[in-house]
């Protein structure tokens, strides 16, 4: 019965992402699409990714990091130095995935190399030291000769698309939700819920957080490579911590620990800029004021009953109260 | 030869002796109390049992095996399951997750198994939910399954932690306190309980209890401790006919 | 959170129709005779002074032509969008700009938005024209051309003034290590330096964005006894390097590129005086004697609220007057015809333009050849050296 | 000589960043958040002032005055409207309310005062002692080193030794506690943010007269780099945090000097996260022992 609700509620985060994906495709295929909408798919989709990944380690093993911005750039430059290297000699159905895996795989050797030490901190010690890692990364980027250095690395073939993100899209889900529904998802969050119990089962703590860390970092370097191979340039200053917050508003904004949540989150917080194009100057700013709004009616206890009453969303909550009503009578 | 014998336990902090030479020696299969005023030291001989705190002095062995210094995780494995004073649950999960966590280590698939979903991983998780819901049926809990944790009332709660150590299938279960917050009903319910996950499971418990009627229903030994000393041990009857134990808990 | 996703699962839907369709609203302007010439760059953010230059720039010469009639019955109309120097937002931002119907592309002020770019104009195949995108692959397809000097012709023609006009032997050197057209000049002028006999004492690097506090860099110059700094980076810092330069009893000459031009507006009227002395080779003098250049300045204070235009406002005002340049040369009369964009890139390489940067003709590679003058700041003006 | 002089750059480096850390760790302290937009407070405080002197000719004092008004005023606007319907939110939403009103207050000034930085008016102008030819103390550095060194104290003492500061102290420990102890929670917050953002307002002054020019993006460094002085300290922590801002300035300076300006940068953060590995609550920061 249980094991059925959690089926249900997979399957209609993937039939979202599904059937936004079928939409977009028919407005592409009968031209009904702008250039401007096309452009953004790919954006959308990388931060789909990023934001799902990161929610593994802020939502579900409850820590707080600001480094995921790291983890994408060591994994951009990884699978684009390959990529590059054997444009001519490897055909792109070849050459793209392998990347995206070798990207993937390189940022997931940071990811140890810096979990080890740094998972022992706590909140916003945990926060700062990510972020410096990530930073500290950026500079090695910029400083070094094979990168490119301040100028960008260039050349790396123009693969990524749509259908391709989407792909992307579909396995990270499935890999995160199957995970967080595993033995080892369950061992995550209860380190969110408490620690202490959790160690008094004998769970090893150590062992599941650098799990989820490794397994986000997989992803960011994947959707790394992605990136590189969208644009016709790379540079390392698009890594900087904002990317990482913007990602983690993303997070939040959505709901920690919901992956739906991340999902429809990321498709707000790329588009919005976007489509406030329109108001020039005042952009950022209302793009600011719609940030801090939204912070307020999800996090404002003041707003809990219009919440209830006012959306979809509530009223899933209130008929799905019924239903377990009944059944317990 | 005892189950689990402590020798000369102690520990300071910063200069204070919390618990200093402590000593005891629990058989297979007992109902052992500890029992004392408050900041007696009770919970911290709980701790160092548990390998949270690291002892300062003393040696604890576990059927004949040293834990002395071993963390919690290696302590767990080697058998010794506890509940918390102040109840610690994931309460953000289900009752069924929080029982399933006390299985992690003894139903076991791979992370990439449970990442496919694989025969293996339906097949263990089918195993593992048969097995939670048998321990919640011993405490009753099992029509609250799919409840988050902390939406169950607060005795409920505390049987739900016993469940949940109980999963990890310890040879000696610690309880911090079992009846705190509960009402006479409740408490007599609990004591049918513990008895019946003694003879049950075979199970030794090691319990913290200020319920006296508790203690004396159903403790066959018990030691109590005062600032941080053992102040007397023995059968149950005893010792809570020892004088010196009376003065400790009413005052001269 | 459930409650939440509801609200946000609306909000998506709605996001995802309100772009989708926003196509059908942009193409009204097509019909009519009017050139629309899209512009990105940072207009937030820490580099935004330069996109907001290039913007108002390009704005004064966008109405000077319109007032005067358009060219050959063709108005033109400038559309700005911010990419806040990131390639995606460009990116982003040029796929706006086609919704809405540009036909020709300023691309990028900044160099790395600006390469992203060029890939896509290429697909399309309009003119792409940056004002100031000055990496050397800014200009890598055939459609695509430049106002500004590129990175490598600074950093030579930097070394080889020195070299040949100055008596200054032992150079330092500041630069911007983040910033690709700070570094893309330094490693030229290291090169030709060593090949003009000049000596680099030290080499001093900051970030730009994180760095106001240059006492290390001055300090090491200050130590190593250099006889002239070399500053190939923006005015922006250079105000700071020259405030806490003095303070810290440096006077020594300094030198820079055209980035450092803007430098006296930059300081603001209470620091003019730092200023003294600086040296930059630059093809924009905004005090310059031409009358081109004095009526510029004066359209640019009174429209934008008594604002001195920089190096990259002359940038962006010369782009326009190329794009008019060429369809006059091309003979366009009518935007909408299909050659229209093939007739615009041939007759690039055919056009000279004399801009308020200087007098300007393109080859095959698209880089403008011009000169570049040196002029030394004297008393709050530019001379001529 | 030129070792004393960058030591003394970094000396001056590090009081600016203790200034503003200040500020930062008292916020943290108190009401446990991290205020992201402090280092944008810091910026209006400077443009505050600078309208008043340069725009509106005010004098000096005047112009100084308003800035701390308008910033206290704006720490407490944004405490009324931002974060106190968040009290009960998870900390990371805070965070990021915190992060989108930074974005709202640059976003503003750039509509205000444009993109182009600002020359900042020398409200006062002390000549740099020369000591020698080679060894300059510049007299705004020796100001702010003194002004921190001052608020620091007075910022100790009023914590410890008033009635309001220790109802901080007690917020500090347990909201709900001091609640029922009779102190005002809201009010002890709201003076916490009057309090922070004055100092930022000063932080504001100081950083307007070391390096002069200001515009809208000024503060989201300075207040990263405090963050990290802050947390390198002990966040919380006031001494500390002078300490770690001091600490911060000096080792920034000198690996710029004798290391690599390249990577000073990376030098400066990789000393962070091995004084956090070695002492995981910072320099000063208690070590906190969870109850079990």
């Not at chain 3, 330096?193 to 506090?213: M, N, P, R």
């Given at each position: 019965?249980?094991?059925?609700?959690?089926?249900?509620?997979?399957?209609?985060?993937?039939?979202?992402?599904?059937?936004?994906?079928?939409?977009?495709?028919?407005?592409?295929?009968?031209?009904?699409?702008?250039?401007?909408?096309?452009?953004?798919?790919?954006?959308?989709?990388?931060?789909?990714?990023?934001?799902?990944?990161?929610?593994?380690?802020?939502?579900?093993?409850?820590?707080?990091?600001?480094?995921?911005?790291?983890?994408?750039?060591?994994?951009?430059?990884?699978?684009?130095?390959?990529?590059?290297?054997?444009?001519?000699?490897?055909?792109?159905?070849?050459?793209?995935?392998?990347?995206?895996?070798?990207?993937?795989?390189?940022?997931?050797?940071?990811?140890?190399?810096?979990?080890?030490?740094?998972?022992?901190?706590k909140g916003d010690y945990l926060a700062i030291v990510t972020l410096a890692f990530g930073e500290i990364i950026r500079s090695i980027i910029i400083n070094l000769e094979f990168t490119g250095g301040a100028s960008g690395l260039k050349g790396t073939p123009q693969n990524s698309n749509f259908y391709i993100v989407f792909v992307v899209i579909m396995i990270t889900l499935v890999v995160i939700t199957n995970l967080v529904n595993s033995r080892a998802g369950r061992a995550i969050c209860s380190i969110r819920d408490n620690r202490i119990a959790a160690e008094s089962l004998g769970i090893n703590i150590t062992y599941y957080k650098l799990l989820a860390f490794v397994i986000a970092a997989f992803f960011a370097g994947v959707a790394g490579v992605i990136y590189g191979h969208n644009l016709s340039i790379l540079q390392a200053s698009v890594f900087d911590y904002n990317r990482s917050i913007e990602i983690l508003v993303i997070v939040v904004l959505g709901g920690m620990g919901s992956i739906r949540g991340s999902v429809i989150a990321a498709v707000i917080i790329t588009a919005l800029p976007e489509m406030l194009r329109s108001l020039a100057d005042y952009r950022m700013l209302i793009y600011a004021v719609v940030l801090i709004a939204m912070m307020l009616l999800n996090g404002s206890q003041k707003f809990d009953k219009y919440k209830g009453r006012m959306n979809i969303g509530g009223l899933f909550t209130l008929l799905k109260n019924k239903k377990s009503a009944k059944e317990a009578g | 030869m005892a189950l689990l014998e402590i020798k000369n336990l102690g520990i300071s902090f910063g200069g204070l002796h919390a618990v200093d030479n402590f000593n005891a020696s629990v058989e297979k299969g007992c109902l052992y109390g500890l029992i004392g005023p408050n900041g007696a030291g009770k919970t911290t001989v709980f701790n160092m049992v548990t390998g949270v705190y690291k002892p300062t002095c003393g040696t604890i062995h576990l059927d004949g095996k040293n834990l002395t210094g071993k963390n919690s995780i290696q302590i767990n494995k080697q058998g010794i399951a506890r509940t918390f004073q102040n109840i610690r649950l994931f309460s953000n999960m289900s009752v069924l997750d929080n029982v399933k966590l006390g299985l992690q280590n003894q139903i076991k698939y791979s992370v990439a198994q449970g990442i496919f979903h694989s025969r293996s991983y339906k097949r263990k998780e089918k195993e593992m939910d048969e097995k939670a819901i048998s321990i919640?049926?011993?405490?009753?809990?099992?029509?609250?399954?799919?409840?988050?944790?902390?939406?169950?009332?607060?005795?409920?709660?505390?049987?739900?932690?016993?469940?949940?150590?109980?999963?990890?299938?310890?040879k000696l279960l610690l309880l911090d306190e079992p009846a705190a917050g509960m009402n006479p009903n409740e408490t007599g319910e609990l004591m049918?309980?513990?008895?019946?996950?003694?003879?049950?499971?075979?199970?030794?418990?090691?319990?913290?209890?200020?319920?006296?009627?508790?203690?004396?229903?159903?403790?066959?030994?018990?030691?109590?401790?005062?600032?941080?000393?053992?102040?007397?041990?023995?059968?149950?009857?005893?010792?809570?006919?020892?004088?010196?134990?009376?003065?400790?808990?009413?005052?001269? | 959170m459930k409650k939440i996703t509801g609200i946000l699962s609306l909000v998506m839907v709605l996001t995802i129709i309100a772009t989708g369709f926003s196509a059908c609203g942009g193409n009204g302007d097509a019909d009519k005779n009017t050139l629309v010439i899209g512009g990105i760059g940072p207009l937030t953010g820490d580099y935004s002074t330069y996109g907001?230059?290039?913007?108002?720039?390009?704005?004064?010469?966008?109405?000077?032509?319109?007032?005067?009639?358009?060219?050959?019955?063709?108005?033109?109309?400038?559309?700005?969008?911010?990419?806040?120097?990131?390639?995606?937002?460009?990116?982003?931002?040029?796929?706006?700009?086609?919704?809405?119907?540009?036909?020709?592309?300023?691309?990028?002020?900044?160099?790395?938005?600006?390469?992203?770019?060029?890939?896509?104009?290429?697909?399309?195949?309009?003119?792409?024209?940056?004002?100031?995108?000055?990496?050397?692959?800014?200009?890598?397809?055939?459609?695509?051309?430049?106002?500004?000097?590129?990175?490598?012709?600074?950093?030579?023609?930097?070394?080889?003034?020195?070299?040949?006009?100055?008596?200054?032997?032992?150079?330092?050197?500041?630069?911007?290590?983040?910033?690709?057209?700070?570094?893309?000049?330094?490693?030229?002028?290291?090169?030709?330096?060593?090949?003009?006999?000049?000596?680099?004492?030290?080499?001093?690097?900051?970030?730009?964005?994180?760095?106001?506090?240059?006492?290390?860099?001055l300090q090491q110059v200050k130590d190593t006894g250099a006889e002239l700094v070399f500053l190939p980076i923006y005015a922006k810092e250079a105000a700071f390097i020259l405030k806490q330069a003095k303070t810290a009893g440096i006077a020594v000459p300094f030198f820079g590129c055209d980035g450092l031009d803007g430098i006296l507006e930059k300081l603001g009227t209470d620091n003019q005086a730092l200023a003294n002395g600086v040296m930059l080779l630059t093809p924009f003098a905004a005090d310059a004697d031409d009358t081109k250049t004095k009526n510029f300045v004066?359209?640019?204070?009174?429209?934008?609220?008594?604002?001195?235009?920089?190096?990259?406002?002359?940038?962006?005002?010369?782009?326009?007057?190329?794009?008019?340049?060429?369809?006059?040369?091309?003979?366009?009369?009518?935007?909408?015809?299909?050659?229209?964009?093939?007739?615009?890139?041939?007759?690039?390489?055919?056009?000279?333009?004399?801009?308020?940067?200087?007098?300007?003709?393109?080859?095959?590679?698209?880089?403008?050849?011009?000169?570049a003058k040196a002029v030394k700041i004297t008393d709050g003006t530019y001379v001529a050296i | 000589m030129s070792f004393i002089s960058n030591l003394i750059n970094g000396l001056s480096l590090g009081s600016m960043y203790a200034l503003?850390?200040?500020?930062?760790?008292?916020?943290?302290?108190?009401?446990?958040?991290?205020?992201?937009?402090?280092?944008?407070?810091?910026?209006?405080?400077?443009?505050?002032?600078?309208?008043?002197?340069?725009?509106?000719?005010?004098?000096?004092?005047?112009?100084?005055?308003?800035?701390?008004?308008?910033?206290?005023?704006?720490?407490?606007?944004?405490?009324?409207?931002?974060?106190?319907?968040?009290?009960?939110?998870?900390?990371?939403?805070?965070?990021?309310?915190?992060?989108?009103?930074?974005?709202?207050l640059q976003s503003l000034a750039l509509l205000?005062?444009?993109?182009?930085?600002?020359?900042?008016?020398?409200?006062?102008?002390?000549?740099?002692?020369?000591?020698?030819?080679?060894?300059?103390?510049?007299?705004?550095?020796?100001?702010?080193?003194?002004?921190?060194?001052?608020?620091?104290?007075?910022?100790?003492?009023?914590?410890?030794?008033?009635?309001?500061?220790?109802?901080?102290?007690?917020?500090?420990?347990?909201?709900?506690?001091?609640?029922?102890?009779?102190?005002?929670?809201?009010?002890?917050?709201?003076?916490?943010?009057?309090?922070?953002?004055?100092?930022?307002?000063?932080?504001?002054?100081?950083?307007?007269?070391?390096?002069?020019?200001?515009?809208?993006?000024?503060?989201?460094?300075?207040?990263?780099?405090?963050?990290?002085?802050?947390?390198?300290?002990?966040?919380?922590?006031?001494?500390?945090?002078?300490?770690?801002?001091i600490l911060l300035g000096v080792i920034e300076n000198l690996s710029k000097a004798y290391i690599s300006t390249e990577l000073s940068d990376a030098i400066v953060f990789a000393v962070l996260i091995i004084v956090l590995l070695v002492k995981p609550t910072g320099l000063m920061g208690k070590k906190i022992n969870e109850k079990v």
């Open positions: 019965m249980k094991k059925n609700n959690l089926n249900i509620h997979n399957l209609i985060t993937y039939g979202i992402v599904v059937a936004a994906f079928l939409f977009v495709s028919i407005l592409v295929w009968t031209g009904n699409a702008s250039r401007h909408l096309q452009a953004m798919l790919v954006p959308i989709g990388l931060n789909i990714i990023l934001a799902v990944s990161l929610n593994l380690i802020v939502g579900f093993l409850g820590e707080l990091t600001l480094g995921h911005a790291g983890f994408m750039s060591v994994g951009a430059y990884a699978g684009c130095l390959f990529a590059i290297k054997y444009a001519e000699i490897l055909p792109t159905a070849v050459r793209f995935p392998l990347a995206m895996i070798i990207g993937g795989l390189v940022a997931c050797v940071f990811g140890i190399i810096i979990g080890v030490p740094v998972l022992r901190l | 919640l049926k011993v405490f009753g809990l099992e029509n609250e399954y799919n409840y988050l944790a902390s939406n169950l009332p607060y005795g409920k709660q505390r049987k739900l932690e016993i469940a949940r150590a109980l999963a990890t299938t310890p049918d309980t513990i008895r019946f996950v003694r003879d049950e499971f075979d199970m030794t418990i090691l319990l913290i209890e200020h319920d006296m009627k508790l203690v004396a229903g159903i403790c066959e030994r018990i030691s109590v401790l005062n600032f941080g000393t053992e102040l007397a041990s023995g059968k149950t009857e005893q010792v809570l006919n020892d004088p010196r134990v009376i003065t400790a808990y009413l005052g001269e | 907001v230059s290039v913007k108002q720039g390009a704005q004064i010469a966008v109405d000077e032509i319109n007032a005067a009639g358009g060219v050959n019955a063709i108005k033109f109309e400038l559309k700005f969008e911010d990419d806040e120097t990131d390639a995606t937002k460009a990116v982003n931002a040029y796929n706006t700009l086609m919704d809405d119907g540009m036909k020709v592309s300023l691309g990028a002020v900044t160099s790395g938005a600006c390469i992203a770019v060029t890939e896509e104009a290429k697909k399309d195949g309009i003119l792409l024209l940056t004002p100031s995108g000055s990496q050397k692959e800014c200009t890598q397809y055939d459609n695509c051309f430049r106002i500004c000097f590129t990175d490598p012709q600074q950093g030579t023609v930097s070394a080889d003034y020195i070299a040949d006009n100055l008596t200054a032997k032992k150079i330092a050197i500041i630069y911007d290590k983040s910033n690709d057209y700070s570094v893309g000049i330094t490693d030229k002028f290291v090169a030709e330096a060593a090949v003009k006999g000049l000596e680099i004492v030290a080499k001093q690097a900051f970030t730009s964005g994180t760095s106001t506090d240059f006492s290390a860099q004066k359209v640019y204070g009174e429209k934008y609220n008594g604002q001195v235009p920089d190096q990259f406002a002359a940038d962006g005002y010369d782009a326009i007057y190329t794009i008019k340049a060429a369809i006059e040369k091309a003979g366009i009369n009518d935007i909408n015809a299909a050659d229209f964009n093939t007739k615009i890139i041939d007759a690039m390489t055919q056009v000279t333009v004399e801009g308020l940067t200087g007098t300007m003709v393109w080859d095959e590679s698209g880089d403008a050849s011009k000169d | 503003i850390a200040l500020g930062y760790t008292m916020v943290y302290g108190i009401a446990k958040m991290l205020n992201f937009a402090h280092g944008d407070v810091i910026m209006v405080g400077a443009f505050t002032m600078f309208t008043a002197a340069a725009t509106l000719k005010f004098s000096p004092a005047i112009s100084i005055i308003a800035g701390i008004i308008v910033c206290t005023l704006l720490g407490v606007i944004i405490e009324k409207i931002a974060y106190k319907p968040l009290r009960k939110a998870s900390p990371l939403t805070v965070l990021i309310t915190a992060i989108g009103v930074s974005y709202f205000i005062f444009g993109s182009n930085q600002k020359s900042f008016p020398m409200l006062f102008n002390f000549e740099p002692i020369r000591v020698n030819e080679d060894l300059i103390l510049k007299s705004d550095s020796l100001m702010t080193m003194g002004v921190t060194i001052l608020i620091m104290v007075a910022l100790t003492l009023f914590i410890n030794k008033t009635k309001t500061g220790r109802a901080m102290l007690a917020v500090s420990e347990d909201k709900g506690a001091a609640e029922l102890m009779g102190v005002n929670v809201n009010k002890t917050i709201s003076i916490t943010f009057a309090i922070g953002s004055s100092l930022a307002a000063v932080a504001g002054l100081f950083f307007g007269l070391t390096y002069g020019f200001i515009g809208p993006y000024t503060g989201a460094m300075p207040g990263i780099k405090a963050f990290v002085a802050a947390v390198l300290g002990g966040i919380g922590n006031i001494p500390g945090a002078m300490l770690g801002g």
